[in-house]
């Protein structure tokens, strides 16, 4: 079974600073999806940024990128020029196609990250 | 372009009552999926399901909770004689076809408390 592991349960970074959160993940897939999903005081589950397992590249969207590691089982999401509306909870999330047929996520704990102004 | 729709927002029920949680996918999406997220906890899969048919099943609790995705209307989870133990966040989370890169577009939740 696929597993999601998120070491750093809380993390603070001070405003306008760089922060990087920890994601591993165990597969014996080779084709599969990583998504980064925030998760503000809300509740809403905002889509942040996703990887293809095939594309070597590292996928950025604006002050959000990420290093996908393959080999390494490793997806970590670094914040550049924190803002205070960066607060929330981000969970790491892993998808492939499963025999049951169907695409479901499987979530790692999440990381609580402050933002110190 | 309204996004997917859950309600109610909270709710809260007596042990052994029944829940009833709705989520309305987004306009041309004919793929749900529900997860539960208990307190501190990531998001767990429950059931995926399309129009009139569940897909897979394999997250959700053997007794007491069921789904469906009827032809008309929205997606229901229905949580019967409740405990504690299913105090949670419920989300749905939908989108338009089963690839794998295509993004689930998530509700708000429903907060399911259970007194």
Same mark, same amino acid.
């Given at each position: 079974? #696929?597993? $999601?592991?998120q !070491?750093?349960?809380?993390?603070?970074?001070q405003?306008?600073?760089?922060?990087?959160?920890s994601?591993?993940?165990?597969? !014996?897939?080779?084709?599969y999806?990583?998504?980064?999903y925030?998760?503000?005081?809300?509740?809403?589950m905002i889509? $942040?940024i996703?990887?293809?397992a095939?594309k070597? #590249?590292?996928?950025?969207?604006n002050?959000f990128?990420?290093?996908?590691?393959?080999?390494?089982?490793?997806?970590?999401?670094?914040?550049?020029?924190?803002?205070?509306?960066d607060?929330?909870?981000?969970f790491?999330?892993?998808r !492939?196609?499963?025999?049951?047929g169907?695409?479901?996520?499987t979530?790692?704990?999440g990381?609580?990250?402050? $933002?110190?102004? | 372009?309204?996004?997917v729709?859950?309600?109610?927002?909270?709710?809260v029920?007596?042990? @052994?009552q029944?829940?009833?949680?709705? +989520? /309305?996918?987004?306009?041309?999406h004919s793929?749900?999926y529900?997860?539960r997220?208990?307190?501190e906890e @990531?998001l767990?899969?429950?059931v995926?399901l399309?129009?009139?048919?569940?897909?897979?099943?394999? @997250?959700?609790?053997?007794?007491?909770f069921s789904a469906?995705f009827?032809?008309?209307g =929205?997606?229901?989870?229905?949580?019967?004689?409740?405990?504690?133990g299913d105090?949670?966040?419920?989300? +749905?989370?939908s /989108? =338009?076809?089963?690839?794998? @890169?295509?993004?689930?577009?998530?509700?708000?939740g429903?907060?399911?408390s259970?007194?």
């Open positions: 079974a #696929q597993t $999601v592991t !070491s750093q349960p809380e993390m603070s970074v405003e306008a600073e760089t922060v990087t959160l994601c591993t993940y165990d597969t !014996s897939e080779s084709d999806y990583l998504f980064w925030k998760q503000p005081p809300s509740r809403q889509l $942040v996703r990887q293809e095939y070597q #590249q590292n996928a950025t969207e002050r990128s990420v290093n996908f590691q393959k080999a390494a089982k490793s997806f970590s999401l670094k914040i550049s020029d924190s803002q205070l509306g607060a929330a909870m981000y790491c999330a892993y !492939s196609f499963t025999g049951a169907s695409y479901q996520l979530f790692g704990k990381t609580k990250l402050s $933002v110190i102004p | 372009n309204a996004g729709m859950q309600n109610p927002r909270h709710l029920r007596r042990r @052994g029944e829940a009833r949680l709705r +989520c /309305s996918p987004m306009k041309g793929h749900v529900w997860y997220q208990l307190p @990531g767990k899969f429950m995926y399309q129009k009139e048919n569940i897909i897979d099943e394999s @997250g959700m609790p053997k007794e007491r469906e009827p032809k008309e =929205p997606s229901i989870l229905r949580i019967q004689q409740v405990v504690r105090s949670a966040a419920y989300f +749905c989370a /989108s =338009p076809r089963a690839r794998m @890169g295509q993004p689930q577009h998530f509700g708000d429903t907060r399911l259970i007194l």
